[in-house]
């Protein structure tokens, strides 16, 4: 069983930015592939970026290439969201995930075993 707790939310004026922080409970997080997801109000839970157990993968979703930057410290347990540039149609709330499946890191909400609890990130015009 593997626990995610999501930090670093908050409000931000656009072009600003903001770095999320994902703590991870459990050995075997070295292991796994870990994602960040954003859902907005009345809309799907949408791929933002993953990366995989070294870091040497790392897919974004179109809307913020160039602008967010996935990162892990496994020493640390810790998955970042380094988000440049933000634009108000970021506001969401957002997850964190981890996928303990070997292979291709993957973009699909239902590859991901384990969720976080979400952290409001809100971006104002």
């Known amino acids: 069983q593997v626990q995610l707790v999501e930090s670093g939310g908050g409000l931000v004026q656009a072009g600003g930015s903001l770095r999320l922080s994902c703590a991870a409970s459990?050995?075997?997080?070295?292991?796994?592939?870990m994602g960040w997801f954003r859902q907005a109000p009345g809309k799907e839970r949408d791929f933002v970026a993953a990366?995989?157990?070294?870091?040497?993968?790392?897919p974004y979703a179109d809307s913020v290439k160039g602008r967010f930057t996935i990162s892990r410290d496994n020493a640390k347990n810790t998955v970042y969201l380094q988000m440049n540039s933000l634009k108000p149609e970021d506001t969401a709330v957002y997850y964190c995930?981890?996928?303990?499946?070997?292979?291709?890191?993957?973009?699909?909400?239902?590859?991901?075993?384990?969720w976080g609890q979400g952290t409001q990130v809100t971006v104002s015009s």
């Open positions: 990366i995989n157990w070294s870091g040497g993968s790392t």
């Open positions: 995930a981890a996928d303990r499946s070997w292979g291709v890191v993957s973009t699909r909400v239902s590859e991901y075993d384990y």
């Open positions: 459990g050995r075997t997080f070295n292991s796994y592939s």
